[in-house]
């Protein structure tokens, strides 16, 4: 009986990490797509919690549209094996050139086993890093902020350090990412290993 109610507890409370905060990979970088060009891009995500201790694989789909050479809207959705469905959408800000990016997306995660729905903001800052030939070397920042959430008020922090590898075309892309969150709800944290591979045209 010690045992279902511990193993109640654990499931309960992946359940509401896995809703509330599991999604924060970026898997994108500071690079803006010109008006009209557009970006697809497909991923697999690893995430790793050692207290309480949650491993989850997520798989996920991007898609990025230039409004303007220095205006992007881009949505996501990423799904993962706890029958975890996240949704996000927003305008993309390029500041100066493909150095320095602000991304802006709401969305909201569905955790099917419990029936639960968690609304988020994520106001990400995208850095361009320095990379070899026309590579994409970033990193970037965002505060994890639960909306209209009785359960989740804390609000987490995640950062993102991944490496374009663009071909010699500049059209296809393979992002390698390594991420972190810190949340008070979690002492040790999460990590995130990440392969992004997008198609530009």
Known sequence: MKSLIKLHILILSASLLLAGCHVFSELQTAKMLKKGEKETLGSISFYLSPEPPIADVHLGFQRGYGITDRLN???????GIWELHAFGTGPKYGLDGDK???YFPIGF????IFETVHWQFQPSIIRSLPARGNNEAYFSFKPIIPLWDK???TI???INIGYGIVTASGRYVVSPELGMLLSKDQSD???????GFASRK
């Open 73 to 79: 809207w881009r949505w996501r959705y990423e799904t």
């Open 151 to 153: 359960e989740i008020q």
């Open 109 to 112: 995660g569905y955790e099917k």
């Open 156 to 158: 987490s922090y995640a």
């Open 189 to 195: 944290g999460m990590v995130h290993f990440s392969i």
């Open 100 to 102: 320095t990016a602000l």
